[in-house]
């Protein structure tokens, strides 16, 4: 038996793959579907859709020229193969990890990721921009969207697209259908058809009968072109592209070679206006595990490659996110007007239990957040009680929503924000920072934070009690401290905090899940003679004035910390405390908040340290506003 010789050990650029010939890919495919799959079992990450465009991903860097052709890949979870074959092999298995590679396109990583993408649906939009500025610069190179059937949910594609008709630019765009079934049965004849449009020929052919067609009368014009277009698509689809303006080519089969590179050489050459092709795929082709997975692996933890079985942590508390789901459900259970919205994430923020439960008053709306707003705003006009579970990084895409639709109308729609503060490994596209600020600044709006999966079940029920007015409540990402939840959960007095531990020298004001890190921070600093105070302002608005007074009056220092950006409860309470004239009595202030920059991906308790919002962050800052030499006490105490 002939061994064959790896391919993959000589690939260092597309470069290389280029010099490749085209029998030798299938080989080559086997090899870098086997090194995604061993990088992710040690890293853990997004492996289904990467699996799923191994074949595309080889014949775009074969056919087109990366990278100075641009090729740009919609979200980001299918990108670990495309990052193995552009120089980052000898790093895929930091992907993720303190100091790595990012899970997503990022531009300072690599020149083959022209633009970063976390969120979906943003490539044509980009690829567009990219298109129009070669154009005006006078390059002949090529642009390549690929986004997937998902993304294609979301109304800003769309809005790209038409613009993009509109405009006649050359742009190409792959539509890699993995999940809705929207591709009629692929085979030898579809194939066919796809080469046959996408080839200089047919489009030559195209192009002289529309300027024989302009000759004739316009009625006979508008006939000639329906029909060259429903002929087309009665044979290939692609009505709706074709609307928007571009040319249809599809669908295909793209785990097959044969189909992908010469439709992918035809398009390449193609100088005609924006270009659909249409990409039907396998998530989690090839390996078993996924294949046989209802997720299709899309997200998975460590995992062993030969059974597919992903490293399992007994957790030390349920998740903040399934306390949510559970409360949700349980106060639904009561209450026919609860209704809940996701924007496609009903998984990720415990939806699935509450659809599971009333599957009738639950709402997967797709990628579509701006939508998921202004639905849940239509409900609320009617008397339901709308919980919008959307993450914080996501709800920033609706924000135009949550201003003019909700908050100067006043709707109780109640935004339950999943993923406040830093977050992980997904890292900065993905972390929960501006929320605070960006809610807060609205009128009317109540904004809460749970400092623990208590307080959060206590939340969920404020929130069903809150009418005439839209709500928020925030939660980290992960498990909770391990309270004991409250069976019956009375709604919590809006704008009143709580104080958890008394003292005399210090007060730490937490709002959200740094609570936890402020006791730890009182113990220390009562251990250095520093008595200290522990509240937990649970309303960043309205805010807790009569709370905020006392700890202001009955203290030397008073510290605020959260796990958001400036502008947010910081950023209200010195606005208290200085229109109440509270900072002229030798009161010393100090806001922690996130920094001024995006903090990359790493362990969430690595970011809070880079933050300065752990333990010794804080102990550092009362140290500073005391103006006292921390160093030189904890060495003398020593």
């Not at 020229?65 to 895929?92: A, E």
């Not at 990721?113 to 976390?118: K, L, Q």
């Not at 596209?429 to 809610?439: E, P, R």
């Amino acid at each position: 038996m002939q061994i064959e010789t790896p391919l993959l050990d000589g690939i260092a650029s597309p470069a290389d793959l280029r010099e490749l010939d085209d029998s030798d890919l299938s080989q080559l495919a086997d090899e870098l579907r086997r090194e995604t799959v061993s990088a992710v079992s040690v890293t853990g990450g997004h492996l289904g859709a990467g699996l799923g465009v191994i074949e595309l991903t080889l014949a775009i860097h074969k056919v087109f020229d990366t990278p100075d052709d641009r090729l740009i890949w919609d979200v980001g979870h299918q990108c670990y193969p495309h990052k193995i074959l552009t120089g980052r092999r000898d790093r895929i298995r930091t992907l993720r990890q303190g100091g790595g590679l990012s899970g997503f396109t990022k531009r300072a990583e690599s020149e083959y990721d022209p633009f970063g993408a976390a969120h979906s649906s943003t490539s044509i939009s980009a690829g567009l921009g990219m298109a129009v500025a070669r154009d005006l610069s006078g390059s002949d190179n090529n642009v390549i969207c690929v986004i997937g059937d998902g993304a294609m949910s979301a109304g800003m594609a769309y809005e790209a697209m038409n613009n993009a008709g509109a405009m006649d630019s050359r742009l190409i765009v792959i539509l890699n259908d993995n999940d809705m079934s929207i591709a009629p049965p692929v085979g030898a004849m579809s194939a066919y058809l796809a080469r046959l449009l996408s080839g200089g020929t047919y489009r030559h052919f195209r192009n002289w009968a529309k300027q024989l067609a302009k000759r004739l009368p316009k009625s006979w014009e508008r006939r000639a072109a329906r029909a060259e277009e429903y002929t087309r698509s009665f044979w290939s689809g692609g009505t709706l592209f074709e609307e928007l303006g571009f040319y249809y080519v599809g669908p295909i089969d793209g785990h097959n070679f044969d189909h992908l590179l010469p439709v992918l050489r035809n398009v390449k050459d193609a100088q005609d206006g924006p270009i659909l092709v249409h990409v039907v795929t396998q998530k989690g082709k090839g390996y078993a595990p996924a294949e046989e997975s209802d997720d299709k692996y899309h997200g998975v933890a460590r995992f062993d490659v030969v059974t597919g079985a992903q490293e399992k942590s007994k957790p030390n508390a349920p998740s903040y996110t399934k306390v949510f789901a559970n409360a949700l459900t349980k106060l639904a259970e009561k209450d026919d007007k609860i209704v809940a919205v996701t924007a496609a994430m009903p998984g990720g923020t415990g939806l699935d239990v509450f659809g599971d439960a009333f599957p009738d008053r639950c709402f997967d709306v797709g990628i579509a957040e701006q939508h998921a707003v202004t639905f849940s705003a239509g409900l609320a006009t009617q008397g339901y009680k709308p919980f919008a579970a959307i993450y914080s990084t996501f709800l920033q895409r609706g924000y135009d929503q949550v201003v003019h639709d909700v908050a100067i109308q006043g709707l109780p729609v109640r935004f339950a924000i999943d993923r406040a503060g830093l977050v992980g490994a997904d890292g900065p596209t993905h972390a929960g920072a501006f929320d605070v600020a960006y809610l807060t600044c609205l009128p009317g709006f109540v904004v809460m934070a749970a400092a623990d999966e208590a307080e959060l079940v206590r939340m969920v029920a404020t929130a069903a009690e809150i009418n005439g007015r839209p709500s928020a409540l925030r939660y980290p990402r992960g498990e909770g401290v391990g309270v004991e939840l409250p069976e019956n959960p009375e709604p919590l007095e809006i704008g009143k905090g709580r104080v958890v531990r008394e003292g005399s020298a210090v007060a730490l004001l937490s709002f959200g899940a740094r609570l936890q890190e402020c006791l730890t921070t009182a113990d220390k600093l009562a251990a250095q003679g520093l008595p200290t105070t522990v509240a937990d302002a649970r309303f960043a608005k309205p805010l807790d004035a009569e709370l905020i007074v006392r700890l202001a009056r009955d203290h030397e220092v008073l510290v605020t910390i959260e796990e958001g950006s400036v502008g947010g409860f910081g950023s209200h309470v010195l606005k208290f405390l200085s229109d109440e004239a509270l900072l002229e009595n030798g009161l010393k202030v100090r806001s922690m908040v996130l920094p001024d920059v995006f903090i990359d991906q790493d362990k969430p308790a690595a970011m809070y340290k880079q933050a300065g919002l752990d333990a010794d962050g804080i102990i550092a800052t009362v140290f500073s506003a005391l103006g006292r030499d921390q160093a030189a006490e904890t060495g003398e105490r020593a």
